[in-house]
């Protein structure tokens, strides 16, 4: 019979058999009048492989399970001193291996449930927590001019690529919480200073302070007595790499500013623990 008959028999494809042929897993036919002529092994063969390749044992498990069989009642086994017990291993690391994927998937179950849940509630699928993603949405309808839109949205951006990459404290998501509307109101002063709003000005190093100073003030004033308890569960090592990550994103006129403002940060944080 022909390739594409051997294929439809075993229920794939004219490809799959190609494919077969190159892993060594099913031998190439003789060829008779210009082709390659399959016959029944052929099809027992193929039919074992996709049965195997079906129950999840990797491709390069198959070819030891087949040859291994008793007495290579295919006709082609190579080795028919294989031992049983290496075909039992290969189920069982084939078991484990389907175990690691079940969890994952489990995972990203409960994951698409979570993101399933946001968007019935009809708010942005995002890695934020919905306290961050609300407070960086209150912060954009109150600003009153381009500037401070664009100061509030940099943070945003950074915040939520920060949580994309794990590259952010999860503990951070608390300082946005419990928000009253006295400390939003700080937040936005706080915006309102860092919106440029005289491009190409260089800002001065007392302007880099108070800015910086502004934010810690800010996170102090949010969290009360929390605030070091909460830094001493911080890790340093990932806020530090937050703390680059905000500089690194943020337009090279902001450098500077960004870098005052992530050590100041990232400085209180240290002290708390200390």
């Not at 949580?163 to 608390?174: N, T, V």
């Amino acid at each position: 019979m022909q390739v594409k008959e051997l294929a439809e028999l075993a229920g794939t494809t004219v490809r799959a058999v190609r494919h077969y042929h190159h892993a060594g897993l099913l031998p190439v036919p003789v060829v008779r009048d210009g082709r390659r002529d399959y016959d029944l092994r052929h099809v027992a063969r193929l039919s074992r492989i996709r049965w195997l390749a079906q129950a999840g044992v990797p491709l390069s498990r198959i070819s030891g399970m087949l040859d291994a069989q008793p007495g290579g009642h295919d006709g082609w086994a190579e080795s028919e001193g294989v031992q049983h017990a290496s075909v039992v291993a290969d189920l069982q690391a084939t078991v484990s291996t389907l175990d690691e994927q079940l969890e994952r998937l489990q995972e990203q179950r409960k994951q698409v449930v979570r993101l399933l849940a946001v968007a019935a509630r009809g708010e942005h699928l995002s890695p934020m927590p919905a306290a961050v993603t609300s407070f960086y949405d209150d912060m954009e309808r109150r600003a009153d001019d381009d500037g401070t839109r664009r100061a509030v949205r940099h943070e945003r951006d950074f915040m939520e690529l920060a949580f994309y990459r794990g590259d952010i404290p999860p503990e951070a998501a608390l300082v946005y919480e419990t928000f009253e509307e006295s400390r939003r109101s700080e937040s936005m002063a706080v915006f309102d200073r860092m919106a440029d709003r005289s491009p190409g000005a260089v800002p001065s190093e007392q302007e880099l302070e108070e800015i910086a100073a502004a934010v810690v003030a800010r996170i102090h004033n949010q969290l009360g007595p929390a605030f070091e308890p909460l830094a001493r569960s911080v890790d340093l090592e990932l806020a530090r790499r937050a703390a680059d990550l905000y500089v690194q994103v943020g337009r090279r006129q902001d450098r500077r500013r960004n870098r005052a403002v992530a050590d100041a940060v990232v400085g209180a944080v240290e002290a708390a623990r200390s």
